[in-house]
Nanobody, 123 residues
């Protein structure tokens, strides 16, 4: 079993930055990937970014490319999401997730999920 705990959410003005962290405990991954998803009120949960454990390859949703950066510290079982140039439409609950499949952008492929952290961007 894997437990994921997110932190770093909060309220920020448009154009500002936030850094989310996700710490994994329990069974650790030597392959697969960890990703970030988000869910705004009344909308489906959507893919944001993912990073492979083995080679650090990253994938991003078009809506966040050039503004968000995902990174990892495998020794500390931690993944980060640096969010810059935030927009009101980035407001959502952000979830960390883990999968055994590399390069996964589909939420159905993720087996483990955190509780989420709220990000609110004011205009």
């Amino acid at each position: 079993q894997v437990q994921l705990v997110e932190s770093g959410g909060g309220l920020v003005q448009a154009g500002g930055s936030l850094r989310l962290s996700c710490v994994a405990s329990g069974r650790t991954f030597s392959s697969g990937a960890m990703g970030w998803f988000r869910q705004a009120p009344g909308k489906e949960r959507e893919f944001v970014a993912t990073i492979n454990y083995s080679d650090g390859s990253t994938y991003y949703a078009d809506s966040v490319k050039g503004r968000f950066t995902i990174s990892r510290n495998n020794a500390k079982n931690t993944v980060f999401l640096q969010m810059n140039s935030l927009r009101p439409e980035d407001t959502a609950v952000y979830y960390c997730a883990a999968t055994y499949y590399r390069g996964s952008v589909h939420r159905t492929l993720y087996d483990y999920w955190g509780q989420g952290t709220q990000v609110t961007v004011s205009s």
